[in-house]
Every structure is written in structure tokens, then in C-alpha cells.
């Protein structure tokens, strides 16, 4: 490795500890030398469904999960779901119904074959996803901001 420096006490300094001296990125003259912005444009439905299993606070099987999402899940696995997990997306405390009237509604609108019941938890479920692409890029750009605070590099 090579590194052109002038000879003065700095140099020479640094030649005695066995060491280089790297400017910090703030002090380079093109402000892009150390800028890697990464843009999640998309995760897929799979990594989804494995990041909000593990982050949330209960126990949610990925495979259900990814059948809501594919809307391929039978009537009777998403009632099944529905209660129990649906307080955990909607806030029947502070709403106007409660648990019991809403998956009341939901049996009687089952029923009726047009309906697309997948479609209640899917635009949460796209909301999340939306949600969890924002927090990796800011996770992200967050470790690119610390990585460029590094000054001098010793061995």
C-alpha cells in the first residue's frame, strides 16, 4: 500500500508508530466519496412475513401470514386468524364496536361468496411492509453516517 505524503513532523511521526494517517470524510473535497445511499425498493412478501413474525409481540405463523398475503387462504383459516389476532390490528377498546360484534359481522359477511375477506388485513399488512422498507433504510443510512466518521486507521 502506498500513500504520497510530504516530508514533515507529522510524516515522520507517523513513520515511528508504524502508523497512517487517514483524513476524516468530512474534510474530502467531493462529498460522494464516502455517500453509499441504499434504497430498499422492494422486499418480498417472505422476508416480510419473517421480519414482522419476529418483531412483533405475538406469536403469528409466517405461513398463515403468507397466505393473507397471496390470498390464498381458506374462509374458515382466516376467521381462525381473525380471532385471534385481530385486536392486535384494530383498537376495539377505544373504537365504537367490540371484538365480539366485529368477527359477528365478518361470519355473516363470510358467507357471502363475493366478498374479499383477504382484503380487510391487507392493506394493514401492506402498510407494515411499507413501514418496515422505511425502518431498514433508515437502520441503514444510520450505520453509513457512523461509518464515516472514521479518522485514523492504525496497525
Known sequence: M???APINSYTLRNLQNRQIFFNSPENFNDPFDTFHHTEVSEISKEVFAELYCNSINREIEKATLLSILNKS???E???S????HIDYYFD???GNQNKLEYLKKLSIKLENTEFEYTEIL???LLKARSNVQLSIESKLDKIRKSLSQVGVCCF
Request: glycine fraction near 0%; charge should be negative.
Open 2 to 4: 502506498y500513500k504520497y
Open 122 to 124: 391487507e392493506s394493514i
Open 81 to 84: 386468524f381473525c380471532e385471534q
Open 73 to 75: 387462504i381458506a374462509k
Open 77 to 79: 383459516d382466516f376467521y
Open 92 to 94: 376495539f377498546e377505544n
